[in-house]
């Protein structure tokens, strides 16, 4: 996406994207809930896709172990930090950045609301070869895989 992408209006398309990606990830979740079995896998994509409700207390795809409280506290002065980079000069100055800030911020949001109601994160999408995620955990990466690009590309 070009810089000049979103030019007029790039604040509000970045919370209507962070509204609709937290509004998905948390359907996808209640549906996981409602209709698997934790711990039990079933396959969605034959053997390449599986879906396996699990509750992750730790980090990003399970990766790193602490505290539910850290996490919580992490999470939430990253979101700080965010809407920092949202509400500043970043975002009049760089338009283009909507689409991935809003992608972090809707997947974030959807990741701390579950650490503050369950003490951990719904989790559900398993390829087998990868800690079990979510799809805020998708948006997330997404957002910070597109968001280093657009900043490569300025380079």
């Known amino acids: 996406m070009r ?7 790039p604040l509000p398309l970045l919370l209507l994207l962070a509204a609709a990606t937290l509004a998905f990830d948390q359907f996808t979740k209640a ?4 209709h698997l079995t934790p711990g039990a896998s079933q396959p969605l ?3 390449w896709v599986r879906l396996t409700l699990t509750h992750n207390v730790r980090s990003a795809f399970g990766l790193i172990s602490s505290g539910p409280l850290l996490l919580t506290v992490g999470t ?11 509400l500043g000069p970043g975002l009049r ?3 283009g950045h909507a689409l991935p800030l809003g992608l972090i911020l809707g997947g974030s949001l959807g990741n701390l609301l579950d650490r ?3 003490a951990g994160v719904i989790d559900f999408v398993d390829f087998r070869v990868w800690p079990v995620f979510n799809l ?17 590309r300025r380079s």
């Not at 549906?31 to 409602?34: I, L, P």
């Not at 990253?78 to 949202?86: G, K, N, R, S, T």
């Open 76 to 86: 939430a002065v990253c979101l700080a930090i965010l809407a920092y980079v949202i």
């Open 3 to 9: 810089a000049s992408a979103g030019k007029g209006r």
């Open 136 to 152: 805020a955990d998708v948006a997330i990466t997404t957002g910070f895989l597109l968001l280093a690009l657009q900043i490569l």
């Open 116 to 118: 503050i109601r369950t």
């Open 31 to 34: 549906a996981a809930v409602s």
């Open 93 to 95: 100055t760089h338009p």
């Open 45 to 47: 994509l034959g053997s």
